[in-house]
């Protein structure tokens, strides 16, 4: 990539970035939510084409007109948010669409033999004829990778490729990445986990204020460099709050049980969890992906059934069937894939207010009334760019999560639920996006914070949950809320 620039309207993406990857090359890429990394990733892709400066492909001139032309000359892009199709079968995800065929009709067996050689080549014990949408967030993210380098892939773009994994599935990946540099395929490798960078990348090249700042060997480098040239010295205080190994909450007032769970049991998922929640007060659900986390969190927000057990939300006991009576319950569910909670197509305005469209004029959608809602909310979040008119999915990951949280804003929900919110954003967007969480704690909502990651839950929680095959392993608090303990009882 030579002086590679990118405007949307009058804001600028990209500017003037030169990029370069060798063969048999892992090199990562790093900087803010905002940077520009996803920018330059959808023009090397082939997502945009209109675009300043020129790439070249092994020595050639190239400007991909689409995703599929970007495929043809062997550049694969797995995104952050998964883009497989749940109601088909893993086989049928690795396929896509060319499926093979014999007399005319599909050839399943066929099919379902060699995905599941591909799989097993990758050490993947992934059964191919399950549906995506059985698979947790985790395993469908090595499916979308498996299905992006049975494509053909040689230059391979992962954005945010662990932040679903657990450490031993982020550490199978790693040898595999090592497998794909002996073939002398490249690999772009997009991360806000530093030591996931540091560990797996020949060279790590950092954007800033969509400008490249410094291209660095690996063996040159260090983290806290790497924080540095991300988000300038004045967030050294932030990144060592995230980088602390014991809890950092002062101990607070909090009010009166809110939410009490007695022996909650869902089949093949998880059973006999009971715990209790209080007004003001967050609650850490810590647990690798396949605890049972994912499966209890949407059985409290209706959209699973539960076996056994009983909910009470502020003394009232909680029967219902779907997600439309839990919100009526008072009860926000913030899910870990970001999709799921925003229209990407739609305005950025459109996606504030969708949560309280009822609160506006009955039976007729008054847009000036969204409008002024959704600045004051980009306003006081800091959304950048501060454009309400803007599609949704034009922001970065951190001001998306800022979006998907300001629906709640106003909504004053009683039980909050958030699953992953910090997931695949950088330091500054999470320490922002924590401020969101500690102003709805602070009017008193109820929080239940899960996560994979133990830095989130020692930066906000009061207490934490452990997790383990589908049972509670430990609740932790004080002192005694360290990442040591996180991990040791997960």
């Known amino acids: 990539m030579h002086s590679v620039s990118k405007r949307y309207g009058g804001v600028i993406a990209l500017d003037n970035v030169d990029f370069d990857l060798r063969p048999g ?32 492909l092994n020595g050639q001139t190239v400007r991909f007109a689409s995703p599929a032309d970007a495929q043809r000359q062997g550049i694969g892009m797995v995104y952050q948010e998964l883009s497989t199709f749940q109601h088909l079968t893993v086989a049928e995800n690795i396929f896509g669409r060319n499926l093979p065929m014999r007399g005319g009709l599909v050839d399943w067996p066929r099919m379902n033999r060699v995905a599941q050689t591909h799989l097993r080549e990758l050490g993947l014990a992934i059964d191919v004829t399950t549906m995506m949408g059985h698979l947790p967030v985790g395993t469908q993210q090595l499916v979308e990778i498996a299905r992006v380098i049975f494509s053909g892939a040689r230059i391979i773009i992962l954005d945010e490729p662990t932040s679903a994994l657990s450490p031993p599935e982020t550490q199978r990946l790693f040898e595999f990445i090592a497998t794909l540099k002996a073939q002398g395929k490249s690999v772009i490798f997009i991360s806000h986990f530093l030591e996931d960078v540091l560990q797996i990348s020949d060279r790590i090249t950092v954007l800033k204020n969509s400008q490249k700042v410094a291209v660095l060997e690996r063996n040159q480098t260090d983290k ?37 769970v007695e022996r909650l049991t869902k089949r093949g998922a998880f059973r006999d969890i009971s715990f209790d929640l209080r007004k003001g007060e967050v609650v850490g659900l810590f647990g690798f992906m396949g605890a049972g986390q994912i499966e209890l969190a949407r059985c409290l927000f209706g959209a699973e059934p539960f076996d056994a057990g009983a909910l009470t939300l502020e003394s009232q006991k909680l029967k219902f069937r779907n997600t439309t009576q839990a919100k009526k319950a008072g009860i926000a569910y913030v899910p870990e894939n970001r999709r799921h909670s925003l229209m990407l197509q739609q305005e950025i305005f459109k996606n504030v207010t969708l949560a309280h469209l009822g609160r506006l004029i009955p039976w007729l959608l008054n847009q000036r009334a969204e409008l002024a809602i959704a600045r004051t909310q980009m306003e006081h979040l800091a959304v950048r760019p501060p454009r309400p008119l803007l599609p949704v999915g034009a922001l970065s990951g951190g001001n998306q999560q800022k979006i998907v949280l ?25 320490e922002e996006v924590m401020n969101i969480v500690k102003k709805l704690r602070d009017e008193g909502v109820a929080i239940l914070l899960i996560t994979t990651e133990p830095e989130t839950i020692l930066s906000i929680a009061d207490r934490a949950l452990v997790m383990s095959k589908g049972r509670l392993t430990a609740e932790i608090s004080g002192r005694e809320l360290t990442k040591e303990n996180l991990m040791k009882h997960a």
């Open 25 to 56: 090359e892992v090199h990562g890429l790093i900087g803010e939510n905002g940077a520009g990394k996803s920018t330059m990733m959808k023009l090397l892709s082939g997502v945009y084409s209109d675009y300043g400066g020129e790439m070249q």
């Open 224 to 260: 806290h460099q790497l924080v540095e040239l991300m988000i300038g010295t004045e967030a050294k205080l932030l990144h060592q709050v995230y980088e602390e190994e014991t809890h950092l909450v002062e101990k607070r007032k909090v009010g009166e049980v809110a939410l009490v």
């Open 406 to 430: 300001a629906k709640w804003l106003t909504q004053q929900p009683r039980l909050l639920i958030l699953n992953e919110p910090t997931r695949g954003i950088d330091i500054g967007a999470k």
